[in-house]
């Protein structure tokens, strides 16, 4: 009888071991520190249980973090995967081998640079005088002054818009590569049937990619939840609480203003029941 080997436990054990540790052992802390009543300014703390958590949902500034958070998930990933799938499409239709190949050289770059080198970058490109981003709308009003990073209803947008620019043209590069890698007959027999080329991609090419498509998408909103420091060197959350997500908030309650660690603990708490709920159930929904 051959007897099974020791040697995958052996290297798997230790690893897992630590994988768990450095995983559950920041996740318990920051739930026991969400209990209790710490703050930076004194060395000393009780226990007051669920009450943080209480206070969340009557802080209008909390609820406010909530909507910019969901808004900033949705415009970050729907715009990203539109604008994935139709530059991929486009350059799977347009352009032969050695201009896909430069493109997809040219579309990697930005998603290499830094955040926060994007981020100041992009910054000074929407300068109200001096940013190119802005000189568009300077020449067709005759100078009038835009600034978008300092008007409520545009602030977010400008932010995202440096988002869907870097993860955005690097996932078309991705979806490029897939629909090279389909088999040629499905694509050859629509164009057989007359079928035009919108109507080769809605209803062939794309649909043979829905499962590594959704796995772009579940990539990018876990990648948005993770844009403290775009939005921190872009805006700092505002103008105002404009661009103040989530994570930025849990910071400032926690560090700049007012070092309330226990409340923004339980913030960081809420956030990451919210994301696990979330994601199961859309994970659910698309298996179905």
């Known amino acids: 009888m051959r007897r099974r080997s020791s040697l995958p436990v052996t290297f798997l054990v230790p690893t897992l071991a630590i994988l768990l540790v450095l995983s559950m052992v920041p996740t318990l802390y920051a739930i026991v520190i969400a209990l209790q009543n710490r703050e930076l300014s004194s060395p000393g703390y009780s226990w007051v249980w669920f009450s943080n958590f209480a206070d969340l949902f009557t802080d209008r500034r909390f609820l406010n973090a909530v909507w910019v958070s969901v808004k900033w998930e949705i415009v970050t990933v729907v715009a990203t995967m539109v604008v994935a799938i139709g530059l991929g499409v486009l350059m799977f239709e347009a352009a032969g081998p050695r201009l896909?190949?430069?493109?997809?050289?040219?579309?990697?770059?930005?998603?290499?640079?830094p955040r926060v080198s994007a981020a100041f970058v992009w910054k000074f490109a929407y300068h109200p005088l001096y940013g190119i981003a802005t000189y568009p709308y300077r020449l067709l009003t005759g100078g009038l002054i835009f600034d978008p990073l300092s008007k409520p209803a545009t602030a977010l947008f400008a932010v995202a818009s440096v988002d869907v620019w870097q993860w955005g043209l690097f996932f078309a590069v991705i979806v490029l590569k897939l629909l090279e890698t389909?088999?040629?007959q499905p694509i050859e027999a629509a164009r057989l049937d007359h079928a035009k080329r919108w109507q080769i991609h809605a209803?062939?090419?794309?649909?043979?990619?829905?499962?590594p498509l959704i796995s772009l998408m579940f990539v990018k909103m876990i990648e948005s939840l993770r844009s403290f420091d775009l939005i921190y060197v872009m805006t700092r959350g505002g103008p105002g609480v404009a661009t103040e997500t989530l994570d930025m908030y849990a910071?400032?309650?926690g560090f700049i203003e007012s070092g309330k660690v226990s409340y923004a603990s339980a913030m960081a708490v809420l956030m990451m029941i919210a994301t696990v709920i979330t994601f199961t159930m859309l994970w659910?929904?698309?298996q179905a």
């Open 251 to 253: 910071f400032s309650q």
């Open 182 to 184: 389909l088999p040629p």
């Open 100 to 113: 896909r190949n430069f493109y997809c050289l040219l579309f990697i770059i930005p998603v290499l640079l």
């Open 203 to 211: 209803y062939v090419t794309l649909p043979m990619l829905k499962a």
């Open 284 to 286: 659910k929904r698309v």
